[in-house]
């Protein structure tokens, strides 16, 4: 079955970094437009980033952009998500997701899997 593994959480100070990473299995990785959302408990979860099936394309939402980098590398089957100076609003569980044929849009409602997150803390 399809699985998507999120790694690479953990707790870091304001202005930091990180580097997400998500293992994608039991699926045609590269006919996968793949994305990252967030979500605070209790909040609706967000999206954060996607990149297109080709890879070509990539999108970012607005607090995020310049300073998240979605990646993948269709031979390991990983998308990754780099993220620099992070601000302590950008705490949230991280979670990767899959839409076939996608070109990594905004619109969560469009993704087939999903991982189960990955908790992600900035201390101020």
């Known amino acids: 079955q399809v699985q998507l593994v999120e790694s690479g959480g953990g707790l870091v100070q304001a202005g930091g970094s990180l580097r997400l990473s998500c293992a994608a299995s039991?699926?045609?990785?590269?006919?996968?437009?793949m994305a990252w959302f967030r979500q605070v408990l209790g909040k609706d979860r967000e999206f954060v980033a996607g990149?297109?099936?080709?890879?070509?394309?990539?999108s970012y939402a607005d607090y995020v952009k310049g300073r998240f980098t979605i990646s993948r590398d269709n031979a390991l089957n990983t998308v990754a998500l780099q993220m620099n100076s992070l601000k302590p609003e950008d705490t949230a569980v991280y979670y990767c997701?899959?839409?076939?044929w996608g070109a990594g849009v905004q619109y969560e409602n469009r993704y087939q899997f999903w991982g189960q997150g990955t908790q992600v803390t900035v201390s101020s």
């Open positions: 990149i297109s099936f080709v890879g070509s394309s990539t």
């Open positions: 997701a899959a839409d076939l």
């Open positions: 039991g699926l045609i990785f590269s006919r996968y437009g």
